[in-house]
């Protein structure tokens, strides 16, 4: 029998189904890839081999564009989405009549699947007959010029990732602009009341009521795509699959890659690689927002 | 200054309208036209769709084509539909159980097993799942490559999110009703249960929202931990299509629109619900 308790009515046993599951699936794992990260590894039988996994990873040509690759994906991604999320967000609090409209449209691309806006883009970018391409050709030509327009995906250098960040951006930014919206709606009426009486012109509230105050939801958006940013896989995986080559090669998509050659154990390392950057990047970042969050 | 206030307000009214006309035309074509050239390329013949342009087909074969891609296969795109109901439902009805009580406790309860929790959450948020290492946890336990297994993978991959969310509109509830249930002997499970639970109905909307179309939608995790044919679920299937369909790009668009229109039909039926939803249950801070 349990003893009823009178101190606390709130059950410490509410903690153990999510406790349970992510000490099972998450925790354990987290812990058992320092360790797998050191061994060559077939999933039945493990030896360990020290560091060399991590050396084999590092002397890889395609790991420094790997690298390279994610950070400019997910800084690209992120920076276009908390910028043009606050722009369309500040648009979609006003009165306007299109609001509703476009709210909803904007809104929808989330909820529809990664894979299948991967390969409709690809198609619109296809650098031959592709929409997008067809169209930069037709308007050259009334300016009286020949263009092939860019190859998005299959260009030799830093365009195919780029494409994909852009992609990534149509996709997600729908919900950016709505924990902007739910950020501003917070903002109390009498600020932009009191600053109005005061003269000032509504670019002029954007900048310097709407922006401070607004912070605490540009920071959720920051963190949340940034991360997501680092993290992501499917849709450069649908568009490109890392290709042509290597070039838009992520983590992710390496890590991926020696998984499926049975490369276990340089698989996990790589994940523990990606674990390192993540933390690296996105912890500081969080206490530096955090920090000013309090200063303001 | 009410003449004044009359001449802004006709002059912002005429800037309103050009406002309105740039916001839906910059919409239509960045985000209506994508999914039209979806739709008339699903509803063209092999060789039209082959020429991907926007130009309407000559000839509607939108539901002929969907009917060919659902009975391909030997009917794999149903079996696929199977598979991602029952994943999604299963995921998203423990995952909001699950995370709920936990937000409840997090908040309620000042200790140290919240505080570690948290800590939990936030990292959790943040740092990327271990693959390999999961897989083999997974297999110990008889649970890689079977729905189980992956239902219950998406619900420890969602808890934190959902975590997070509940905790913080748990915040806006007062404590009062808790105490004025506990005065009254209702404690514990029943406590969370029988009262909290059912005051959180707008959050839980929207995690259940958010949670739906990222399970569903979810092509990543089936991909390590639920590999095998008759396991696929839609977007498997979908990815799997691009080679089959490589010079078949209607039946490849078809299967697009296929998966899309479970989203969309959600989206006509609980728009409002969904975009109201979404704003009264997001982060603060």
């Given at each position: 029998?349990?003893?009823?308790?009178?101190?606390?009515?709130?059950?410490?046993?509410?903690?153990?189904p999510?406790?349970?599951?992510?000490i099972?699936?998450f925790?354990?794992?987290?812990v058992l890839?320092?360790?797998f990260?050191?061994?060559?590894?077939?999933?039945?039988?493990?030896?360990?081999?020290g560091?060399?996994n991590?050396?084999?990873?590092?002397?890889?040509?395609?790991?420094?564009?790997g690298?390279?690759?994610?950070?400019?994906?997910?800084?690209?991604?992120?920076?276009?989405?908390?910028?043009?999320?606050?722009?369309?967000?500040?648009?979609?609090?006003s009165?306007?009549?299109?609001t509703?409209?476009?709210?909803?449209?904007?809104?929808?691309p989330?909820l529809v699947?990664t894979?299948?806006?991967?390969i409709?883009?690809?198609?619109?970018?296809?650098?031959?007959?592709?929409?997008?391409?067809?169209?930069?050709?037709?308007?050259?030509?009334?300016?009286?010029?020949?263009?092939?327009?860019?190859?998005?995906?299959?260009?030799?250098?830093?365009?195919p990732?780029?494409s994909?960040?852009i992609?990534d951006?149509?996709?997600g930014?729908?919900i950016?602009?709505?924990?902007?919206?739910?950020?501003?709606?917070?903002?109390?009426?009498?600020y932009?009341?009191?600053?109005?009486?005061?003269?000032a012109?509504?670019r002029?509230?954007?900048?310097?009521?709407?922006?401070p105050?607004?912070?605490?939801a540009m920071?959720?958006?920051?963190?949340?795509?940034f991360?997501g940013?680092l993290?992501s896989?499917?849709?450069?995986?649908?568009?490109t699959?890392?290709g042509?080559?290597?070039?838009s090669?992520?983590?992710?998509s390496?890590?991926y890659?020696?998984y499926t050659?049975?490369?276990y154990?340089?698989?996990?390392?790589?994940n523990v690689?990606?674990?390192?950057?993540?933390?690296?990047l996105?912890?500081?970042?969080?206490?530096y927002?955090?920090?000013?969050?309090?200063?303001? | 200054?009410?003449?004044?206030?009359?001449a802004?307000?006709?002059?912002?009214?005429?800037?309103?309208?050009?406002a309105?006309i740039?916001?839906?035309g910059?919409?239509?074509?960045?985000?209506?036209?994508?999914?039209?050239?979806?739709?008339?390329?699903a509803?063209?013949?092999?060789?039209?769709s082959?020429?991907?342009?926007?130009?309407?087909?000559?000839?509607w074969?939108?539901?002929?084509?969907?009917?060919?891609?659902?009975?391909?296969?030997?009917w794999?795109?149903?079996?696929?539909t199977?598979?991602?109901f029952?994943?999604?439902?299963?995921?998203?009805?423990?995952?909001?159980?699950?995370?709920?009580?936990?937000?409840f406790?997090?908040?309620?309860?000042?200790?140290?097993?919240?505080?570690?929790a948290?800590?939990?959450?936030?990292?959790?948020?943040?740092?990327?799942?271990?693959?390999?290492?999961?897989?083999?946890?997974?297999q110990?336990l008889?649970?890689?490559?079977?729905?189980?297994g992956?239902i219950a993978?998406?619900?420890a991959?969602g808890?934190?999110?959902a975590i997070?969310?509940?905790?913080?509109?748990?915040?806006?509830?007062?404590?009062?009703?808790?105490?004025?249930?506990?005065?009254d002997?209702?404690?514990?499970?029943?406590?969370?249960f029988r009262?909290i639970?059912?005051?959180?109905?707008?959050?839980?909307?929207?995690?259940?929202?958010?949670?739906?179309?990222?399970i569903?939608?979810?092509?990543t995790?089936p991909?390590?931990?639920?590999?095998?044919?008759?396991?696929?679920?839609?977007?498997q299937?979908?990815?799997?299509?691009v080679?089959?369909y490589?010079?078949?790009y209607?039946?490849?668009f078809s299967?697009?629109?296929?998966?899309?229109?479970?989203?969309?039909?959600?989206?006509i039926?609980?728009?409002?619900?969904i975009?109201?939803?979404?704003?009264a249950?997001?982060?603060?801070?």
């Amino acid at each position: 029998m349990k003893k009823k308790g009178i101190k606390s009515p709130y059950a410490s046993s509410l903690f153990w189904p999510a406790g349970i599951i992510y000490i099972i699936l998450f925790f354990i794992p987290t812990v058992l890839s320092l360790f797998f990260s050191l061994t060559r590894w077939t999933l039945q039988e493990w030896e360990f081999i020290g560091i060399e996994n991590f050396k084999l990873y590092f002397s890889e040509e395609n790991l420094r564009i790997g690298f390279r690759n994610t950070i400019i994906y997910a800084v690209v991604s992120s920076g276009l989405k908390v910028i043009f999320a606050l722009y369309l967000a500040n648009f979609l609090s006003s009165k306007l009549r299109s609001t509703g409209f476009i709210r909803s449209v904007l809104f929808f691309p989330t909820l529809v699947s990664t894979i299948g806006v991967g390969i409709t883009f690809s198609m619109l970018m296809n650098p031959y007959e592709g929409v997008i391409n067809n169209t930069i050709k037709s308007v050259a030509a009334v300016f009286g010029k020949t263009t092939d327009g860019p190859g998005w995906l299959v260009d030799p250098n830093l365009l195919p990732i780029l494409s994909i960040a852009i992609v990534d951006v149509w996709k997600g930014v729908g919900i950016a602009t709505l924990i902007y919206i739910a950020g501003m709606a917070a903002i109390p009426r009498d600020y932009y009341e009191a600053s109005s009486i005061d003269g000032a012109s509504p670019r002029q509230q954007f900048y310097k009521v709407t922006i401070p105050l607004v912070r605490p939801a540009m920071f959720s958006v920051i963190i949340l795509s940034f991360v997501g940013g680092l993290r992501s896989f499917d849709l450069i995986w649908a568009m490109t699959g890392g290709g042509p080559g290597f070039i838009s090669d992520v983590l992710a998509s390496i890590n991926y890659k020696q998984y499926t050659s049975g490369y276990y154990g340089l698989s996990t390392a790589g994940n523990v690689i990606l674990f390192v950057l993540v933390s690296v990047l996105v912890f500081p970042l969080s206490r530096y927002l955090n920090k000013k969050e309090v200063v303001m | 200054m009410f003449k004044r206030e009359k001449a802004l307000k006709s002059k912002t009214k005429y800037r309103s309208i050009w406002a309105d006309i740039i916001g839906v035309g910059l919409t239509i074509i960045i985000f209506i036209l994508p999914f039209y050239f979806l739709v008339v390329n699903a509803a063209k013949g092999t060789s039209e769709s082959f020429r991907l342009n926007m130009s309407p087909p000559k000839k509607w074969l939108l539901f002929h084509n969907i009917g060919k891609v659902v009975s391909d296969h030997d009917w794999h795109v149903l079996r696929s539909t199977y598979n991602s109901f029952i994943l999604t439902v299963f995921s998203v009805f423990f995952l909001v159980i699950i995370s709920g009580m936990t937000g409840f406790v997090m908040h309620r309860k000042r200790n140290r097993t919240s505080t570690v929790a948290n800590w939990l959450v936030l990292t959790a948020l943040v740092i990327p799942p271990a693959i390999v290492p999961t897989i083999w946890v997974l297999q110990r336990l008889h649970l890689y490559k079977t729905l189980a297994g992956m239902i219950a993978i998406e619900v420890a991959y969602g808890l934190a999110f959902a975590i997070l969310i509940f905790r913080n509109f748990i915040g806006t509830i007062p404590k009062e009703i808790d105490e004025a249930a506990i005065v009254d002997g209702c404690t514990g499970w029943n406590l969370y249960f029988r009262i909290i639970f059912p005051l959180l109905k707008p959050v839980t909307i929207t995690i259940g929202i958010i949670a739906t179309a990222g399970i569903f939608n979810d092509f990543t995790n089936p991909l390590y931990y639920l590999p095998g044919d008759e396991n696929a679920t839609l977007q498997q299937t979908l990815f799997a299509y691009v080679s089959r369909y490589s010079t078949q790009y209607n039946l490849l668009f078809s299967d697009i629109l296929y998966i899309t229109a479970f989203p969309l039909l959600a989206f006509i039926f609980f728009n409002k619900r969904i975009v109201s939803g979404m704003t009264a249950g997001s982060i603060k801070g």
